[in-house]
């Protein structure tokens, strides 16, 4: 199944290529999900804020219910694991 919008693919503008550097830790590649998102930089940067504060220690939440709220996410979308929702390959989805 293709994707109805597809993330942007290198060589990206100057721009999103910013963007991504700022998503992702050194040396690796970005997320589709982060790709898609860079179609539109201002997107881009604003879901970095919030999710630069949502995936932090600055978050209400313990880690533990972090932890919990992830992994129960991922099993409402059909994820087996956590990885799987994040990897920038992930198996297909059950038919």
Known sequence: ???RIPP???????EAAAVLRRM???GEAPLALFRLYARKVPLAE????WG???LSRR???????REILID?????CGAST??????PVSPPAPA
């Open 46 to 49: 604003a879901l970095h804020g």
């Open 8 to 14: 942007v693919e290198a060589p990206y503008s100057p």
């Open 72 to 76: 129960r996410t991922c099993a409402r």
């Open 82 to 87: 956590n990885g799987a929702c994040t990897s």
């Open 59 to 65: 978050l209400g939440l313990g880690l533990r219910d």
């Open 24 to 26: 992702m830790p050194d």
């Open 52 to 54: 630069s504060y949502e």
């Open 1 to 3: 199944m293709s994707a």
